[in-house]
């Protein structure tokens, strides 16, 4: 890749994180580019979490792993560090968040090993394109998330139930939004659920167990996608002596196009 | 085309339905071929009937239409000839009833155009390839249909409301249904609506305006796809002088694979 910063937004985007003038949340920041999940751990639980990814891909779809200690991903994008290009990171010690920093390369191993997740933002972009309503852009918070009871696909330590997110659509609207997110297999793909929250586990639709509450309209329905949070909550129960995650909505932005994550 | 009978099975039937062999319902009669719904109409007709198909195809999926006055469809099938091809016909005089025979040369006339129209038949071999439930089949009776609020586009004489055919699924077989059947536009294409049955204007699910209820099980939503016998009951509103369809039921089967009609 060629990219230079002054041409390229995503990478535009990747330097502003690395020097400390991007450091919040990553919504609208470089319109087009797929972001993603980042979840670092060391490289003795790398083999049990690829495999859960392998056995999980909605909630878990893969984009890149990097080789161990390396903070390169040459498939994601031009010159990537990734101890300093997401705007703000997590550490978590034995389960415990114990930092928030924008840079985490002080505390680089040589056995870490990043897995980056894709994220519903690409999927979202292609709704709005579509005149879809996406309810929780429009009244500017997160996207409502629940615990479910649909268990996940073990793999080593890693264990635990689907989290998923979800936007009220009408009827018609949805069908819309099955039809354009199955395009999308490599960022959660097609929903997983529609309609009644119970059927799923979900006790109070209006109580969502991560981000926020967002107006259900009459005439609309709730639909679920398989969600990037999952990871994290899985990854947080196994509570490893060391990990790193991206702050929530704090994403590395790669050089990919969404537009090119569409399979047909 | 170098279609014998022996070995051509969609021939076979229509060479029974010729010889007065086959006279009943087909289903389940050359499966693997589409099927398709039929309306032959005087040609004054026939050029408003073309442009209200072209405006409403998620009902009216035209799959041929006929020169005036010739019985043959070459692009639906081998040596087809309309007048004695489908197992039973209705014949309509001012929107009246007056006749059911197996074949209709006797009454034929030069400035007849016939219209063939995709049938969810098509769909409901790929659904049931998919593992999905289709109750009706279950159940042995005929698809429920529902006359609809939703407005037809009119034109010239022909108006109407959409009708609906309805199928019970739980939300992620319906999920895999909206996927499914999205593949096949010709043949109706994705579900216009699931879930609450008045919000269409439907009154009563367990009493379908054509064809048989059939059960909704807990955890089932009812949904809803563009019925080909909207077509049909927009040409009788109108009460042409003269006109034939296809006995319900009793449809024209062609030489195109039910899979060839998938788009992707």
Redesign the interface.
């Known amino acids: 890749m060629t990219n230079t910063a002054d041409t390229h937004p995503a990478y535009r985007a990747r330097l502003d994180a690395r020097d400390g003038l991007l450091t919040g949340p990553t919504a609208n920041i470089a319109p087009g580019y797929v972001q993603a999940n980042l979840a670092i751990l060391p490289s003795n639980l790398a083999a049990d979490f690829l495999r859960f990814c392998q056995r999980n891909p909605k909630p878990c779809p893969l984009l890149a792993m990097s080789e161990p200690g390396s903070p390169a991903l040459p498939d994601l994008g031009h010159d990537i560090d990734i101890r300093t290009d997401v705007p703000r990171y997590r550490v978590w010690h034995n389960g415990q968040l114990v930092d928030e920093p924008i840079d985490v390369r002080n505390i680089w191993r040589d056995d870490l090993v990043s897995f980056l997740i894709g994220c519903s933002f690409s999927f979202e972009e292609a709704m709005l394109d579509n005149g879809l309503p996406v309810r929780h852009i429009e009244q500017g918070c997160n996207v409502p998330m629940y615990r479910t009871s649909i268990p996940t696909q073990p793999a080593g330590p890693f264990h635990g139930q689907l989290v998923v997110s979800m936007r009220p659509l009408k009827?018609?609207d949805?069908?819309r939004a099955?039809?354009v997110t199955?395009r999308f297999p490599s960022v959660h793909g097609?929903?997983?659920?529609?309609?009644?929250p119970a059927?799923i586990g979900i006790a109070d639709i209006n109580r969502p167990d991560y981000g926020d509450a967002v107006e259900i309209r009459q005439?609309e329905?709730p639909v679920f996608w398989a969600c990037g949070v999952t990871p994290q909550s899985v990854v947080a129960a196994v509570q490893p002596e060391f990990c790193i995650t991206h702050a929530p909505g704090h994403m590395l932005i790669t050089d990919l196009l969404n537009s090119r994550m569409a399979v047909?």
Do not use: T
């Open positions: 009827a018609a949805a069908i099955i039809q199955s097609a929903p997983v659920h529609f309609g009644d059927e005439g329905v047909l």
